[in-house]
C-alpha cells in the first residue's frame, strides 16, 4: 500500500491539529474571561483554566514529536525513561490509567516511535477509560515492546486494524488512522514484527525488533 506524500502530511497534520485544537480553544476562553469579567472569582477561574490548558498543550506537542517528529526520527537510541514521562504526561490528559515499569535504558529510535504510536493507538481503543499497561524487554539484540489496553468497550477499530496491516480503511484514510499506518510505515522499513490480540477485555499490540524479521502484523 502506497499514499502519496503530500496526502500523508496532510493527514498527520490534521491529525496534530485535531489533539491541539482542544486546549487552544480552552485558551481563548479564558482569555475572553480575563478581557469582560474582572470579578476575583471569575479571574481566579480563568488562570486556573489557562494553566491546566497549557499543561495540556505542551503534553500533546511533546507526544506529537514523539510519535511523528524529532524525538524517535533517525538513527541511534532513544531514553525510555524520558519517552515514559512524556507518554505519563499525555495520559494524564486523557481517561486511561497507566502504568510502564522501565527495565531497560534505550532503545533504537525506530522501535521507539513504533512504541509510542502503539500507546497512541492503545488509547483510541478505550473510549470510556481504563488501563494501559506497557512491558519494554531487550534479549541480547532482540527487543521487545507490549502495549495493553484493558477497560470497558476496548475494541481496535476496523480502520485501525488495517492501517497497522499496512493496508488503506474501507473509506480512507483519515486524520485519526493515518497514525497507526505511521506505525506500520516505521516498521516496515526497519523490520520491526507487529502484532495484535484482541480479547472482550483487553487489546495487546507488540512490536519486536530482531535480526531476521518482517514487518507484517498477525
Same mark, same amino acid.
Given at each position: 500500500?502506497?499514499?502519496?506524500?503530500?496526502?500523508?502530511?496532510?493527514?498527520?497534520?490534521?491529525?496534530?491539529?485535531?489533539?491541539?485544537?482542544?486546549?487552544?480553544?480552552?485558551?481563548?476562553?479564558?482569555?475572553?474571561?480575563?478581557?469582560?469579567? $474582572?470579578?476575583? !472569582?471569575?479571574?481566579?477561574? *480563568?488562570? %486556573?483554566?489557562?494553566? #491546566?490548558?497549557?499543561?495540556?498543550?505542551? /503534553?500533546?506537542?511533546?507526544?506529537?514529536?514523539?510519535?511523528?517528529?524529532?524525538?524517535?526520527?533517525?538513527?541511534?537510541?532513544?531514553?525510555?525513561?524520558?519517552?515514559?514521562?512524556?507518554?505519563?504526561?499525555?495520559?494524564?490528559?486523557?481517561?486511561?490509567?497507566?502504568?510502564?515499569?522501565?527495565?531497560?535504558?534505550?532503545?533504537?529510535?525506530?522501535?521507539?516511535?513504533?512504541?509510542?504510536?502503539?500507546?497512541?493507538?492503545?488509547?483510541?481503543?478505550?473510549?470510556?477509560?481504563?488501563?494501559?499497561?506497557?512491558?519494554?524487554?531487550?534479549?541480547? $539484540?532482540?527487543? !521487545?515492546?507490549?502495549?495493553? *489496553?484493558? %477497560?470497558?468497550?476496548? #475494541?481496535?477499530?476496523?480502520?485501525?486494524? /488495517?492501517?497497522?496491516?499496512?493496508?488503506?480503511?474501507?473509506?480512507?484514510?483519515?486524520?485519526?488512522?493515518?497514525?497507526?499506518?505511521?506505525?506500520?510505515?516505521?516498521?516496515?522499513?526497519?523490520?520491526?514484527?507487529?502484532?495484535?490480540?484482541?480479547?472482550?477485555?483487553?487489546?495487546?499490540?507488540?512490536?519486536?525488533?530482531?535480526?531476521?524479521?518482517?514487518?507484517?502484523?498477525?
Amino acid at each position: 500500500m502506497s499514499i502519496d506524500v503530500s496526502q500523508l502530511i496532510a493527514l498527520v497534520s490534521s491529525r496534530v491539529c485535531h489533539d491541539l485544537a482542544s486546549p487552544i480553544q480552552a485558551l481563548t476562553t479564558a482569555l475572553d474571561v480575563l478581557e469582560s469579567d $474582572n470579578s476575583p !472569582e471569575m479571574r481566579e477561574s *480563568a488562570i %486556573g483554566l489557562i494553566r #491546566n490548558s497549557t499543561n495540556q498543550a505542551g /503534553a500533546k506537542v511533546d507526544f506529537m514529536r514523539a510519535i511523528f517528529g524529532s524525538v524517535t526520527a533517525g538513527n541511534g537510541t532513544s531514553s525510555l525513561a524520558d519517552l515514559k514521562n512524556i507518554a505519563a504526561k499525555f495520559i494524564a490528559t486523557q481517561k486511561p490509567e497507566f502504568k510502564w515499569e522501565i527495565t531497560e535504558n534505550e532503545f533504537p529510535k525506530p522501535l521507539a516511535r513504533v512504541l509510542m504510536n502503539l500507546i497512541m493507538i492503545a488509547i483510541d481503543s478505550l473510549p470510556r477509560g481504563g488501563e494501559i499497561e506497557v512491558v519494554t524487554t531487550k534479549n541480547g $539484540n532482540n527487543y !521487545e515492546v507490549m502495549v495493553k *489496553a484493558t %477497560g470497558y468497550r476496548v #475494541n481496535l477499530k476496523p480502520a485501525m486494524r /488495517a492501517s497497522l496491516q499496512g493496508r488503506a480503511p474501507e473509506d480512507g484514510f483519515d486524520g485519526r488512522s493515518i497514525q497507526p499506518f505511521i506505525a506500520f510505515l516505521t516498521a516496515k522499513q526497519n523490520k520491526i514484527e507487529l502484532a495484535a490480540r484482541e480479547d472482550e477485555q483487553s487489546v495487546t499490540l507488540i512490536a519486536r525488533m530482531q535480526s531476521e524479521v518482517s514487518g507484517m502484523i498477525g
